[in-house]
């Protein structure tokens, strides 16, 4: 060999990958260079340890500002991966040859992945600092390669050129009729990417000379086949030294972090991304016969999914495959020749499917692994730490995770997910649980995404461990906290965070804040997380008296300015304030005060009688003290039949309507089970003008639309009933007789009392027939 052999790839190519592997084991170069920053040459033994499983990228983060970042991800189809493993199992000198990060974080301007087109692997960009400049848009050489060989996808014409291309042959030569190709499209179309592209590849020239002055001439360089004609150009050490002169620069620090085959897609934003990850790793992995495996997996997963998919389908497939590809003209069936095939024959020509085999199966959410003993920030092996000993695995699929709050794991569980929460590292999602309301149980859709590295490598400036870092944390966003909501909102974090030492100080700038807050809007949308961090408390046995004292004292204070807030407001306002009232409501039921509650009662009573008060704000409170049974039947049909009188106008009674039974199914099952309130209903909307009539409509078809379809269809039946002859057979509609038929309803005692054990009362067969 007279000179490095230049192995230009297509980054995450499987045939590449597969190719660089073949051409080293010919060549067997003593050194290996590789695209990516030189910073992580400390880091490259790592890869060949067991605890590192790719998909794994490289982290690259400014120091002194953890949010600049940018990844380098690599594949277990990564032709550069390949070019690692390769040089490492064979004990030869493997490094880095792009431009380092320290200059490329500094110049960058937004924090996104680093890679773009075919020969863009390490092109980082982060969130401050003075950019290269780009003479023109990013070109995709491989889409151009594809139009001039009359391909419309650039993608099956790759697969048919490079990924289909059996072994055999000169190994070294795929790469040079590529760098050639590359050649003639910089001549005759530029660099694409300006004086960016210009000085990584001044830097790769630089790292070359000093390769050959210690390896000499026999070795070998994997990267971009854009880049390739350019390692390749004469041009003086002295010309690359002034190209790279000047370059701004930042302390950085580099370590491996898990990826996963969706963020190594286009589709998650990556720039160089491929469009089937999974595809592209069946591919490489696949020993023979890649198609007959693929649709096995196929055919697996939709069983899965209980769909019905036998043996007889995956050799239809095959077969369906095979034709395809030969009707079509190309060598192999491809990706579009299987999914057409699984379409036609696993999912009886149906996209719903197919979607999901898309989803799991050709993006994929497999997630690498990184070994314990790789270097990280010092939150980041706490956090390693915590999940190991909790029994948390990350995991890239998006799954449902129950905790009971009295088992001691599990609360330690939740305990670390609310921490990383305030600590804005979102590894899970709370949501409602499915099964029981109760304080002591709590449901999380948790799902890793390979970006909460760089969020775990910014809050580390907050703390050395996750409990430490979220309690100063919550400190801090205490002193700048804008809204009484926020403050109260943080300190139910820091209750179901289990951050004792940082409570007090939350609760101090909470007491302060309340105290001069004078809106009822503020006081009433602090007040529910003050009640639900109560009793949360309770469960977590927190001491809350300090939270208790603040709770009672917004309550009080709301009672006070709740009535004169309620007066001359819009429909808009109205709406709003109602909100609120529903809200203070649900809050002081939470609270053991019974003093708060007959407080709030009075208020509400207040509220029902006077005139100022909006309708639905009226209706409202009758509801409310209606169903805590502090409001008789007979008076709430006669503040109903004052609302609906004849005085009030069709828009106000309307409003009352809506406040009194709107709020879900209560306001149904209300009128199904007291006709007067029905009939005192009915008789106001058969007296509504007809000018008026379309006014009143909207809000009325909200309040029943929120009614499910049984009680809708309940309603209708009584309206009809009252409306039609009184001599007609009432007793044709199931249910709604006018009287009671005591057989039956003998026949009903007599059986639930045996259901129930209460006795062996007789029973006679014929009744229990009828029944």
Do not use: N
């Not at 189809?77 to 390949?82: L, N």
């Not at 055999?168 to 005759?188: H, I, K, Q, S, W």
């Not at 058969?686 to 309040?703: G, H, K, N, Q, Y």
């Amino acid at each position: 060999m007279s000179g490095p052999v230049l192995l230009g790839v297509r980054h995450h190519g499987p045939g590449s990958a597969r190719a660089v592997r073949a051409a080293l084991e010919a060549v067997q170069p003593s050194a290996v260079l590789i695209e990516g920053p030189p910073e992580g040459d400390a880091l490259l033994p790592l890869a060949a340890e067991e605890g590192m499983r790719p998909p794994v990228a490289l982290l690259a983060h400014a120091k002194d500002d953890p949010g600049r970042a940018a990844f380098w991800p690599l594949a277990a189809f990564s032709p550069e991966w390949v070019a690692i493993r390769w040089a490492l199992e064979r004990d030869r000198p493997v490094r880095f040859i792009d431009l380092p990060a320290a200059h490329s974080l500094a110049m960058a301007r937004s924090v996104e992945d680093p890679s773009t087109a075919a020969g863009g692997q390490g092109e980082p960009s982060a969130s401050q600092g003075p950019a290269l400049d780009h003479d023109a848009a990013r070109l995709d050489p491989v889409a151009v390669l594809a139009e001039a060989a009359g391909y419309e996808d650039a993608e099956r014409w790759w697969e048919d050129v490079v990924e289909h291309r059996g072994a055999g042959g000169d190994p070294v030569r795929v790469f040079e009729v590529l760098g050639e190709a590359m050649a003639l499209l910089r001549e005759t179309l530029g660099t694409g990417s300006g004086s960016q592209d210009l000085v990584r590849e001044a830097h790769m020239r630089q790292r070359m000379r000093a390769a050959r002055r210690e390896f000499g001439t026999h070795y070998a360089v994997v990267c971009g086949a854009w880049h390739v004609p350019a390692l390749r150009e004469r041009t003086t050490a002295a010309a690359d030294r002034a190209l790279l002169s000047g370059l701004p620069k930042v302390r950085v620090e580099m370590s491996w972090v898990p990826w996963t085959h969706r963020r190594l897609s286009r589709a998650g934003g990556y720039g160089a991304g491929i469009t089937s990850p999974g595809w592209y790793g069946h591919l490489f992995a696949a020993r023979d016969r890649p198609v007959e495996r693929w649709l096995t997996r196929v055919a697996g997963l939709l069983r899965e999914e209980d769909l019905p998919v036998s043996c007889a389908h995956v050799i239809e497939a095959v077969r369906l495959a095979e034709t395809l590809a030969v009707v079509r003209g190309r060598p192999l069936p491809g990706l579009a020749e299987t999914m057409d095939a699984v379409r036609a024959v696993m999912c009886d020509g149906s996209d719903v499917p197919l979607a999901l085999v898309e989803d799991r199966l050709i993006v994929g959410e497999v997630l690498g692994e990184v070994p314990e003993g790789a270097p990280a920030v010092p939150l980041q092996r706490d956090l390693t730490r915590h999940q190991r000993s909790l029994r948390l695995k990350p995991d890239a699929r998006e799954a449902e995770l129950e905790l009971d709050l009295r088992k001691d794991t599990d609360g330690a569980r939740s305990r670390l997910l609310h921490r990383l929460r305030l600590l804005g590292v979102g590894w899970g999602v709370p949501t409602v649980p499915r099964s029981g309301t109760g304080t002591f149980r709590e449901t999380w859709q948790v799902c890793w995404q390979p970006e909460l590295s760089v969020r775990v490598a910014e809050a580390g400036v907050w703390g050395t461990t996750v409990e430490a870092a979220a309690g100063a944390k919550a400190a801090a966003e205490a002193e700048s906290a804008g809204g009484l909501g926020e403050l109260t909102a943080l300190a139910e974090l820091c209750l179901l965070a289990g951050l004792p030492r940082a409570l007090p100080g939350v609760m101090r700038a909470l007491e302060d804040r309340a105290a001069l807050a004078a809106d009822v809007g503020q006081l009433a949308g602090a007040l529910p997380a003050l009640a639900r961090s109560l009793r949360y408390g309770d469960v977590r046995g927190t001491d809350t008296k300090a939270l208790a004292e603040v709770a009672a004292g917004l309550a009080r204070r709301i009672c006070v300015a709740l009535p004169s807030a309620c007066a001359g407001l819009d429909a808009d306002a109205a709406a709003e304030v109602r909100a609120q009232i529903d809200s203070v409501h649900t809050a002081l039921a939470l609270l053991a005060d019974e003093e708060l509650r007959e407080r709030w009662a009075a208020v509400l009573r207040m509220l029902t009688g006077r005139e100022r008060v909006p309708g639905t704000v009226r209706g409202r409170a009758v509801r409310l003290l209606l169903d805590d049974g502090r409001l008789g039947a007979p008076k709430a049909e006669a503040l109903m039949g004052l609302a609906l009188s004849p005085a009030v106008s069709p828009a106000e009674a309307a409003g009352w309507i809506e406040g009194f039974l709107g709020g879900g199914e209560g306001g149904g099952t209300l009128l199904l089970h007291d006709e007067r309130l029905l009939a005192l209903m009915d008789d106001w909307l058969s007296r509504v003008p007809a000018e008026a009539f379309t006014d009143v409509l909207p809000l009325l078809r909200r309040t029943f639309a929120a009614y499910g379809p049984g009680v809708r269809r309940s309603l209708g039946e009584l309206v009809r009933r009252e409306a039609g002859p009184k001599d007609a057979d009432t007793t044709a509609v199931a249910g709604f007789a006018p009287e009671m038929d005591p057989v039956r309803a003998d026949a009903v005692t007599a059986l639930v009392q045996l259901l129930l054990g209460e006795g062996r009362a007789p029973v006679r067969e014929a009744e229990c027939a009828r029944t």
